[in-house]
Nanobody, 119 residues
Framework: QVQLVESGGGLAQPGGSLRLSCVASGFTFSEYTMNWYRQAPGKQRELVATITSARTTIYADSVKGRFTLSRDNAKNTVFLQMHTLKPEDTGAYYC?????????????WGQGTQVTVSS
């Protein structure tokens, strides 16, 4: 079955850096777009970054120029490198993908990893 396991969250100071990882299994990783979402307390989950199978990346305006999303298909892993962190980057970060099942796509989520940016 499809599994997404995030890691790398923690506490960072404003201006600091963190690198999140998401290890995927149960599907042909290299063929699928991968996404990172985040959810701050009391707010809706928002899309942070996307990487396609062709390694095209798309970023939310709020993280553009600070976050970099990459993938290692040999390791079935995506990495979200976060620099110049701000308190507003605080939240639970979730890895996501949609895998084809029959004639439809099914969304899968990891369990999330917490990022807290505070001095």
């Amino acid at each position: 079955q499809v599994q997404l396991v995030e890691s790398g969250g923690g506490l960072a100071q404003p201006g600091g850096s963190l690198r999140l990882s998401c290890v995927a299994s149960g599907f042909t990783f290299s063929e699928y777009t991968m996404n990172w979402y985040r959810q701050a307390p009391g707010k809706q989950r928002e899309l942070v970054a996307t990487i396609t199978s062709a390694r095209t990346t798309i970023y939310a305006d709020s993280v553009k120029g600070r976050f970099t999303l990459s993938r290692d298909n040999a390791k079935n892993t995506v990495f979200l490198q976060m620099h110049t962190l701000k308190p507003e980057d605080t939240g639970a970060y979730y890895c996501n993908t949609k895998v084809i099942s029959g004639l439809t796509y099914v969304a899968y989520w990891g369990q999330g990893t917490q990022v807290t940016v505070s001095s």
